[in-house]
């Protein structure tokens, strides 16, 4: 499913909800992202490494521009304009790890 059409348009799409809402804050956007998946947010441990990990990709986009465009336009719905491109594409890494967490999956 991670690389998956569709699943990978979802992830943008969820990316892009949560950077366009009002916190700028990390931690509230992982929460949020967290708690629209899941129905609950992160514990502490949960948040530290979904943090950890979405620094990761800021950092991989921040030297890989075109990498990042080329993620955020892969398939056939397209990026919003008003979102920075790094940006939208670390938190569509962070939204495609989270969509596919056991959790997400297999829910009970």
């Given at each position: 499913?991670?690389?998956?059409?569709?699943?990978?348009?979802?992830?943008?799409?969820?990316?892009?909800?949560?950077?366009?809402?009002?916190?700028?804050?990390?931690?509230?956007?992982?929460?949020?992202?967290?708690?629209?998946?899941?129905?609950?947010?992160p514990?502490?441990?949960?948040?530290?490494?979904?943090?950890?990990?979405?620094?990761?990709?800021?950092?991989?986009?921040?030297?890989?521009?075109?990498?990042?465009?080329?993620?955020?336009?892969?398939?056939?719905?397209?990026?919003?304009?008003?979102?920075?491109?790094?940006?939208?594409a670390?938190?569509?890494?962070?939204?495609?790890?989270?969509?596919?967490?056991?959790?997400a999956?297999?829910?009970?």
């Amino acid at each position: 499913m991670m690389n998956d059409v569709q699943h990978v348009e979802a992830a943008r799409a969820l990316g892009e909800r949560v950077l366009k809402q009002a916190s700028t804050d990390a931690n509230s956007r992982i929460g949020g992202m967290y708690q629209l998946v899941l129905s609950r947010f992160p514990d502490e441990v949960e948040l530290q490494q979904l943090s950890k990990a979405l620094d990761g990709f800021a950092q991989r986009f921040t030297t890989d521009r075109e990498g990042a465009l080329k993620l955020i336009n892969f398939g056939q719905s397209h990026a919003a304009l008003t979102v920075e491109p790094t940006e939208l594409a670390a938190y569509t890494l962070l939204a495609n790890l989270i969509l596919n967490l056991d959790e997400a999956v297999n829910r009970n």
